[in-house]
């Protein structure tokens, strides 16, 4: 749908039907009618993508609509599309790294004006009214009242789903949306909603000092974003990857060392309890024993992948054995959001990303599945 806002009237059209009512008096946009949208959705347990048009809700009077610009690939969208995770329902839009300018705010809103550079990362609403979603941890809402981004009940949306950002525009509450700052490029920003903020906020957590050595296991776009957040914060990185092609790239973002991780796991035995810390990214099974050995005794090992079904196996005895402190992260609450996109924004840290038309999505996944993505595959959604 193309939309064209008239200066002076505060007039939304779609040929001659007028969508939005402007209320005078505060300055901000009613919206009246759900909002037509396209991208490209999963319609099955395949994973497969193909053009869909749907409605969005209508702007409310806490809500902004934002246009896309730009939308980036998550190993997450994979998962949920596919069933990893769970059963779906379909037709779903995945996508939550999501950028664009804000194209109508309803009339409560003070944090956007029309005009604004805004993202969108993993959730788009709570309760607002918990204990965590009033302390900046909206991601673990009390209530269990967390919607994130794509394919959880939202009463709300036209759809009885909430839909991602591999589409044409998104209406979301304005507390879950950031501003993206002018000293960074919309599509490099897109990476940070999901990617950034998943490694940014237990890497700040686990409060190392610099020169302190941390590892980073799994280099895809999570791994070299936390590759160059942890060299940007002082730590000497050690980078663990089963790619050796990667190599070249890891060495350009600063780290000491790169080790090509083998299936007999021996090139990891130098590195016995030499770790102060690690943060693990890998998505999908695999053993973790030789990276936890990695890590100093009394030390923390993070996990942030999500793989097949949410669980990893593992030896509680040889855990126990190691003394090394096992936990996992989830994303971040909106404020930590915020506080590393600009971040990265102010200290030039920036994702290496490839830009791609929405009709080469499918084959992106499965680069993105064969290790071959270097590293955040950028969707241009003017090609919706």
Known sequence: MQQTALAGTGVLLTGTTPLLANNFNSNKTIMKENIKSKGYAA????????????ERRPVGDNDILIDIKFASI???????????????????????EIVGIVEAVGKNVTK?????????????????????????????????ETVFTYGYPEASSPTGISQGGYASNIVVRDHFAVHIPEHISLQEAAPLLCAGITTYSPLMKAQFK????????????LGHLAIKLAVSKGAEVYAFTTSPGKVADIKSWGVKEVIVVDESFGSMNVFAKKLDYMICTIPYQFNSAP??????????????????????TFSNINLAATRVNFNASLIGGIPETQEVVHYCADNGIRPDIQ?????????????VVNKEARYRYVIDAATF
């Not at 069933?83 to 939550?96: F, K, L, R, V």
């Not at 610099?210 to 776009?221: E, H, L, M, P």
């Not at 990276?291 to 990893?312: D, Q, R, S, W």
């Not at 791609?356 to 999505?361: D, G």
Request: aromatic content about 10%.
């Open 43 to 54: 319609f099955d347990a395949t994973g497969t993508l193909k053009p869909w048009e749907f």
């Open 74 to 96: 998550c190993h997450s969208d994979i998962h949920q599309m596919k069933g990893h995770w769970g059963p779906q329902q379909y037709p779903q839009i995945p996508g939550h």
């Open 112 to 144: 956007f004006k029309i005009g604004d550079r805004a993202g969108v990362g993993c959730m788009v609403d709570s309760c607002m009214e918990c204990d965590s979603c009033m302390h900046g941890e909206e991601h673990f809402c009390e209530k269990g």
């Open 210 to 221: 610099i020169g302190d050595k941390v590892g980073v296991a799994g280099i895809g776009g």
């Open 291 to 312: 990276y936890i050995a990695c890590v100093k005794p009394n030390g923390h090992f993070t996990y942030v992948g999500m793989p097949n079904g949410f669980e990893l």
């Open 355 to 367: 830009m791609i038309s929405a009709e080469q999505i499918n084959d992106a996944w499965e680069k």
